[in-house]
């Protein structure tokens, strides 16, 4: 029982260091989307437009990472590589849907996630990540 213990508590350590790694990922193209530092613009600042964004990239993320975790195998490395490997997916096609949102949108998504006043478009961006992992978790489900 012990034995069992400690192997959860070391799979538990291992899942939490891959999602902590893929979180500041996540804040890193956050931060690279808008003008400006990120932790600025949200702890000084108190930009809500960038607080909706980075919490929705580090909501993707954890759904995306849970449902990882739940559907791996009993194989602790093969359920961290999956786990690995379904985060960055989620990161990049979370990336790229804000590339695409700014691009087919007028102006640049980026200047407007950095003025006081929330922008609608914030929304539509934080809503597409959040689609983006569910739909990453139905595709690992």
């Keep these: 029982m012990f034995q069992q213990l400690i192997s959860g508590l070391s799979a ?3 899942y939490g260091v891959i999602g902590a790694v893929l979180m500041a990922l996540g804040y890193v193209l956050v931060d690279l989307a808008t003008p400006g ?3 600025d613009l949200i702890w000084v600042h108190r930009n809500a437009n960038a607080a909706i964004l980075l919490v929705s990239g580090l ?3 954890g759904i995306i990472l849970t ?10 490395v093969l359920g961290l590589v999956g786990t690995l490997s379904y985060g960055v997916l989620g990161l990049i096609l979370m990336g790229l849907s804000f590339l695409l949102i700014d691009a087919l949108t007028p102006g640049k998504l980026g200047d407007e996630l950095s003025t006081p006043t929330i922008h609608p478009g914030t929304w539509v961006s934080a809503g ?3 689609v983006i992992a569910t739909i990453i978790a139905a595709a690992i489900w």
């Design 59 to 61: 909501l993707g993320v």
């Design 12 to 14: 538990a350590i291992a």
């Design 37 to 39: 530092k990120l932790r």
């Design 128 to 130: 597409a990540h959040v």
């Design 67 to 76: 449902t990882a975790i739940a559907a791996s195998s009993d194989q602790l």
